[in-house]
């Protein structure tokens, strides 16, 4: 299994970013799948998750309206579209994936990308 993140950068507040994540070795519509961040001396955090047939989003509280998150499953991929990004988004944003209910929890997650790093300057 592995699951490849790309799309982050560099960007000025305000600005926007799609990072994607796209899976392979698994049956992808079978995953719920996740967005984490982790800054610099900090704990990995949820930021969003959809469910396997997306009709399902969740949204840690501080990305909420500025951040969605969609699949495609003809693509096993994953994609969170950050808009008007603050200083504070920074972070190296982690895909995840598990088979078990829609959660929050780092630790229920079967799969992780290698992460990508966004940088939100002011």
């Known amino acids: 299994v592995q699951l490849q993140a790309s799309g982050g950068g560099l960007v000025q507040a305000g600005g926007s970013l799609r990072p994607s994540c796209a899976a392979s070795g698994l049956t992808f519509s079978r995953y719920v799948m996740g967005w984490f961040r982790q800054a610099p001396g900090m704990e990995r955090e949820f930021v969003a998750g959809i469910s396997q047939s997306g009709s399902v989003t969740s949204f840690v509280d501080a990305v909420k309206g500025r951040f969605t998150i969609s699949r495609d499953s003809a693509k096993s991929t994953v994609y969170l579209q950050m808009n008007s990004l603050k200083p504070e988004d920074t972070a190296v944003y982690y895909c995840?994936?598990?088979?078990?209910?829609?959660?929050?929890?780092?630790?229920?997650?079967?799969?992780w990308g290698q992460g990508t790093q966004v940088t939100v300057s002011s």
């Open positions: 995840a994936a598990t088979l078990g209910l829609f959660t929050r929890r780092p630790s229920v997650y079967d799969y």
